[in-house]
């Protein structure tokens, strides 16, 4: 036994936690908006040069004036939230015990630039199914952390937190709330995370679900780093998802990862300093522009949750932070199976491909290939990229079907 399994073992306090953010800081992010110093506008008319001024300085403008902070503290002031020391890092939860009887427990594990604000809209159809159409026996236990470095976690102060470290403070945290079985869901790097946590296999983790999977077969991810041709054979599917993958990176879709992959600290000085600058990159490189700059109640997520997500960041004082953990997992090849070393997964893999998803959409074909012992794969007809937050209830009804033969 290692002095670090001793502590774990020793030291399992689970403290109460409450946010409650003292008003100098939103005093201080409305000074700062106020006092934006903004460059001249873009050259072209569209956002290829990035977050274009009037929609940018609106948005911005309106975070300094009419949103509301508090709103969002009392969102996640309404569920039960935790911390707890794992590994040295204070690692900040949300645990949601269903009312059910013989609910299965499930960690969440969000992404960049996400938080947990995107998993709360999936809470209750997860816990308390019969109020959202489901059956008693789909009930979940929720638990729902904040990556070391993001949020209300604490920021890792040495290297080495990667996917897999986080993937064993994950069991340490389930097993720590009493769960000697359970199941895990992530995407984005949450998704890296659950895979690890698969290939890991501790005892009690009875399958994972993902709906960002890295599946590219071996001759289609080095053709697409080297530039080459597409692999002969593609189906109509796999040569689309090829094409566009390809496009992507070669517009620049993967700049944010190149930066914060390599000088997170650069990043990080300037998003630290600037709400204005922190909102264009992140709604930028995070995808969120789309319902950022739109004003409809009805979008998921609104104008002001993306807010909530952005302040987090913000107040929290996680751009840096949250930016090294791309830095740990620099060698992390994000679009080859191979690489993800999916084939040495055994426990039970279920995998959501959702159609708008801007990033990857998984073929069958590959998704089979790439995981050994998948047990669900379904194409949902809408959501992409962040879908627990776009479509919570599809998203929910996902997760009960793809877990169902594990209960």
Same mark, same amino acid.
């Given at each position: 036994?290692?002095?670090? *399994?001793?502590?774990?073992?020793?030291?399992?306090?689970?403290?109460?936690?409450?946010?409650?953010?003292?008003?100098?800081?939103? %005093?201080? $992010?409305?000074?700062?908006?106020? #006092?934006?110093?903004?460059?001249?506008?873009?050259?072209?008319? *569209?956002?290829?040069?990035?977050?274009?001024?009037? @929609?940018?300085?609106?948005?911005?403008?309106?975070?300094?004036?009419?949103?509301?902070?508090?709103? #969002? @503290?009392?969102?996640l002031n309404a569920f039960e939230q935790f911390v707890t020391t794992i590994d040295g890092v204070d690692i900040?939860?949300?645990?949601?015990?269903?009312?059910?009887?013989?609910?299965?427990?499930?960690?969440?594990?969000?992404?960049?630039?996400?938080?947990?604000?995107?998993?709360?809209?999936?809470?209750?159809?997860?816990?308390?199914?019969?109020?959202?159409?489901?059956?008693?026996?789909?009930?979940?236990?929720?638990?729902?952390?904040?990556?070391?470095?993001?949020?209300?976690?604490?920021?890792?102060?040495?290297?080495?937190?990667?996917?897999?470290?986080?993937?064993?403070?994950?069991?340490?945290?389930?097993?720590?709330?009493?769960?000697?079985?359970?199941?895990?869901?992530?995407?984005?790097?949450?998704?890296?995370?659950?895979?690890?946590?698969?290939?890991?296999?501790?005892?009690?983790? $009875?399958?994972?679900h993902i709906n960002l999977p890295a599946v590219f077969p071996p001759n289609a991810a080095a053709a697409i780093a080297s530039g080459g041709p597409a692999? #002969?054979?593609?189906? @109509?599917?796999?040569?689309?998802?090829?094409?566009?993958?390809?496009?992507?990176?070669?517009?620049?879709?993967?700049?944010?990862?190149?930066?914060?992959?390599?000088?997170?600290?650069?990043?990080?000085?300037?998003?630290?300093?600037?709400?204005?600058?922190?909102?264009?990159?992140?709604?930028?490189?995070?995808?969120?522009?789309?319902?950022?700059?739109?004003?409809?109640?009805?979008?998921?997520?609104?104008?002001?949750?993306?807010?909530?997500?952005?302040?987090?960041?913000?107040?929290?004082?996680?751009?840096?932070?949250?930016?090294?953990?791309?830095?740990?997992?620099?060698?992390?090849?994000?679009?080859?199976?191979?690489?993800?070393?999916?084939?040495?997964?055994?426990?039970?893999? #279920?995998?959501? %491909?959702?159609?708008?998803?801007?990033?990857?959409?998984?073929?069958?074909?590959?998704?089979?290939?790439?995981?050994?012992?998948?047990?669900?794969?379904?194409?949902?007809?809408?959501?992409?990229?962040?879908?627990?937050?776009?479509?919570?209830?599809?998203?929910?009804?996902?997760?009960?079907?793809?877990?169902?033969?594990?209960?």
């Open positions: 036994m290692t002095k670090r *399994d001793t502590v774990r073992e020793t030291a399992p306090a689970i403290r109460p936690f409450r946010v409650d953010v003292p008003e100098a800081d939103l %005093a201080d $992010l409305r000074r700062r908006i106020e #006092a934006t110093r903004w460059p001249d506008r873009e050259t072209v008319s *569209d956002r290829s040069q990035g977050a274009q001024l009037a @929609e940018l300085d609106e948005l911005v403008r309106y975070w300094g004036t009419d949103y509301d902070w508090r709103k #969002a @503290e009392a969102q900040h939860f949300i645990h949601v015990r269903s009312g059910h009887p013989n609910a299965l427990p499930l960690i969440i594990t969000h992404g960049w630039p996400g938080s947990v604000f995107e998993q709360i809209k999936i809470i209750g159809p997860l816990t308390d199914p019969t109020a959202f159409g489901g059956r008693a026996e789909d009930a979940f236990d929720v638990v729902i952390p904040s990556l070391p470095g993001f949020g209300f976690s604490s920021r890792p102060t040495e290297t080495g937190w990667g996917v897999e470290r986080v993937a064993n403070a994950w069991d340490v945290l389930m097993k720590r709330l009493g769960y000697i079985r359970y199941v895990a869901q992530g995407g984005d790097w949450g998704s890296g995370v659950v895979e690890a946590m698969a290939r890991q296999a501790p005892e009690g983790l $009875l399958g994972i692999p #002969a054979g593609l189906s @109509e599917q796999e040569r689309a998802e090829f094409d566009s993958i390809r496009t992507f990176i070669q517009n620049g879709g993967w700049a944010y990862l190149t930066m914060m992959s390599s000088r997170p600290q650069a990043v990080g000085y300037g998003l630290a300093d600037s709400p204005a600058g922190l909102a264009a990159f992140l709604l930028v490189h995070g995808g969120f522009g789309k319902w950022a700059y739109g004003k409809d109640p009805q979008q998921s997520p609104t104008r002001d949750e993306v807010l909530d997500n952005l302040s987090l960041y913000w107040l929290t004082d996680t751009a840096a932070s949250a930016a090294r953990f791309y830095w740990e997992n620099r060698d992390v090849n994000l679009i080859s199976a191979a690489a993800q070393k999916t084939e040495e997964i055994s426990v039970p893999v #279920a995998i959501t %491909a959702f159609p708008d998803d801007d990033l990857f959409r998984a073929p069958e074909t590959w998704t089979r290939h790439a995981f050994p012992s998948l047990i669900y794969f379904h194409q949902a007809d809408r959501g992409g990229h962040f879908a627990a937050w776009e479509e919570p209830q599809l998203f929910s009804d996902e997760i009960r079907a793809a877990f169902q033969s594990l209960r």
